[in-house]
């Protein structure tokens, strides 16, 4: 079989193995939303019957996490992150191509250098054994959520940096991201 | 190397990495991690890169940026923008140009729900750009009130606009968006006034639409009603000190879910996309807060900061002759940046130097949102603009351009009129929240 063949086929189930990972942390990510929304109301609700929900204040902060995280991926996905693209039309596209590349791999480098930061001050946060203020979540576990969406995010961003530079200029990955 | 000329280099990476299309939080994460680096050590870099990406994304008092995009995102896809242009519509729909007031007072009650300038010209361009063509509205006018009603979304509360400045100067967001609500009123009647004038000049801008039976107001008010209440229960549960701004954006957003699915505007599909939308733009605007905490902490060790304020004082010009000119960089850099970059990137250098010089930060945040507001349709890059060009393919965007003129000079007035008298925007925060 030609190795171009290979590839291919290769990046094509890496593709779609990273948009299934990437489904999955918009799930997530849209999961926390709708819970941090009704830990919220039940607080409001609960604290006009005497009974607030306790906790909510470090269920809806955690919560957070997951959703800021959890959207991450698929934002990139979507080409929904703000860039300046006044001069786009002014550049060959040759060289529109390769910003694209350096842009989603520095991107990747940015996700992974979050993801193992991250993870790795959650070592610290396990043996300080730090957790929220009043029902004592711990907090590494949320550092550890993170941490993987983050490095879904940068898998995401530098298989998209591969199909650039292998589609070339007016390739099919420039399209499909919205780029 | 100095830390100034370190601060220097950085800033023209950062340039440099914004004209080439690099995100702007990527572009702003890398030069605060870099020049970490260079002026520490890769330790504190990294420290600052795990401490940061933590304690931003799990902020309590951030909670409202998803909330308040959420019910913002719900009432778009429930076509509540409808009910509330169609109210207004009902009211001033029979004066000469009152397709285009109500387009501009249905944009402030849509802005009162999303606090997002992009919704409001979107949900609105959609929903009113065909009623004026059908009344052979010129297009420049259509066009340009829907781009410029579009951008009181930042300014009537709640507004992410605010909610942003908030964070990055550590001011009260009750107060903010206390202060945004007569500068907002101000805005909108100096956007009615243009349109008034416009086509008292030009009658065939805007002619009048059909009358509408004393029945036909009640019933299309009384379709709007649910929303106003949401508005009013919502904004006004802040003011009074019901909610906090986190409780109340939960509100908001459960009672607009609540509506949708009573009226069965709201399927669980449409609520799906909706509430996904909204994690992905979340994502988006955290992802530069992220940033602008990287950055921040590299600007202060340039000393930056005071360098710019250093300069400013040594013109030896009063405070108000700063604060021209500070927004004046606003309204240049508005022709090139989105508004919401440009607030994360301006504000730890611009802020030392206004708190130095004793300007009020609340009446400052409302000059400067309003300034990015004129932004959102200042050429070449004016956000609405080309939002509107979306909804309305067949007209050239000079002709938009030409539409947001008058606008935008409105816009400007408006802002004369707020640096001026300062009260207008403090009397609100002032009085009830002092």
Redesign the interface.
């Known amino acids: 079989m030609p190795r171009c063949v290979v590839n291919k086929t290769m990046l094509a189930t890496l593709r779609k193995l990273a948009d299934r990972l990437i489904s999955l942390s918009?799930l997530a990510?849209?999961l926390?939303?709708?819970f941090?929304?009704l830990v919220?109301?039940a607080?409001?609700i609960g604290r006009a019957f005497g009974a607030p929900l306790r906790g909510a204040?470090d269920f809806?902060?955690?919560g957070?996490?997951i959703?800021?995280?959890?959207?991450?991926a698929?934002?990139d996905k979507?080409g929904?992150?703000?860039?300046?693209?006044?001069?786009?039309d002014h550049?060959p596209d040759a060289f529109?191509h390769w910003?694209?590349i350096?842009?989603a791999l520095?991107?990747a480098v940015?996700f992974a250098?979050?993801a193992y930061?991250?993870y790795?001050?959650s070592k610290l946060s396990q043996m300080l054994k730090l957790a929220t203020n009043i029902v004592r979540m711990p907090?590494w576990y949320?550092?550890w959520a993170?941490s993987i969406m983050?490095l879904i995010t940068a898998i995401g961003m530098a298989l998209r940096a591969v199909e650039l530079a292998l589609s070339g200029p007016h390739g099919r990955a420039r399209r499909e991201f919205g780029e | 190397m100095s830390g100034e000329l370190v601060g220097l280099i950085g800033l023209a990476v950062l340039f440099v990495l914004?004209?080439?299309?690099?995100?702007?939080?990527?572009a702003m994460?890398?030069v605060g991690?870099a020049g970490i680096w260079a002026l520490r050590d890769l330790k504190a870099a990294?420290?600052l890169?795990?401490?940061e990406?933590?304690t931003i994304?799990?902020?309590?008092e951030?909670?409202v940026v998803?909330?308040f995009i959420?019910m913002g995102n719900v009432a778009s896809v429930t076509g509540m923008s409808g009910r509330l242009y169609d109210a207004a519509y009902a009211i001033v729909g029979r004066f000469r140009g009152g397709l285009a007031s109500a387009t501009v007072l249905g944009c402030a009650g849509f802005a009162a729900l999303s606090g997002s300038s992009v919704a409001s010209a979107l949900t609105m361009g959609k929903v009113s750009m065909a009623e004026m063509d059908r009344f052979n509205y010129d297009n420049r006018l259509s066009t340009g009130v829907v781009a410029a009603g579009g951008t009181l979304g930042i300014l009537i509360p709640p507004s992410t606009g605010f909610v942003i400045y908030a964070i990055l100067t550590q001011q009260s967001i009750g107060r903010l968006f206390l202060a945004g609500v007569l500068p907002g009123i101000l805005l909108l009647s100096m956007f009615i006034a243009t349109i008034t004038i416009l086509c008292w000049l030009r009658p065939g801008f805007g002619p009048a639409g059909p009358r509408t039976t004393m029945g036909e107001k009640t019933r299309k008010l009384v379709g709007a009603l649910p929303v106003l209440l949401v508005v009013i229960l919502t904004i006004g549960g802040i003011y009074a000190g019901i909610?906090s701004p986190?409780?109340a954006?939960?509100?908001g957003?459960?009672l607009i879910i609540v509506i949708g699915a009573a009226t069965g505007k709201l399927t669980p599909r449409t609520f799906?996309t909706a509430?996904?939308d909204?994690?992905?733009?979340?994502?988006?605007v955290?992802?530069?807060l992220i940033s602008a905490h990287i950055l921040n902490p590299f600007l202060a060790l340039t000393h930056i900061p005071d360098l710019v304020g250093t300069f400013l004082e040594g013109l030896e010009v009063g405070p108000i002759t700063v604060l021209a000119l500070i927004l004046l960089t606003y309204l240049i850099l508005g022709c090139?940046?989105?508004g919401?970059?440009m607030l994360v990137l301006t504000m730890p250098i611009y802020f030392p130097v206004i708190s130095q010089l004793g300007i009020d930060p609340i009446w400052f945040g409302v000059l400067v949102v309003l300034t990015l507001e004129m932004g959102l349709i200042s050429p070449?890059?004016g956000v609405n603009v080309f939002i509107v060009k979306s909804v309305a393919r067949d007209v050239p965007l000079a002709r938009i351009f030409a539409g947001v003129t008058p606008f935008w000079f409105a816009m400007l007035g408006t802002l004369i009129v707020l640096i001026a008298f300062p009260q207008i925007t403090l009397i609100l925060p002032n009085t009830m929240m002092n």
């Open positions: 918009a990510g849209t926390g939303l709708i941090v929304t919220v109301l607080d409001v204040q809806y902060q955690m957070m996490v959703i800021v995280f959890g959207g991450m698929l934002c979507l929904g992150h703000v860039a300046v693209d006044v001069f786009e550049f529109n910003l694209n350096f842009a520095l991107g940015i250098g979050i930061t991250v790795d001050s907090k949320f550092q993170l983050a | 914004l004209v080439i299309r690099v995100p702007v939080a990527l994460f890398s991690f990294m420290s890169m795990a401490s990406s933590f994304a799990s902020s309590a951030l909670v998803p909330l959420l909610f986190v409780e954006s939960a509100v957003a459960g799906w509430a996904k909204s994690v992905v733009t979340t994502a988006a955290m992802l530069i090139f940046l989105e919401f970059a070449p890059v």
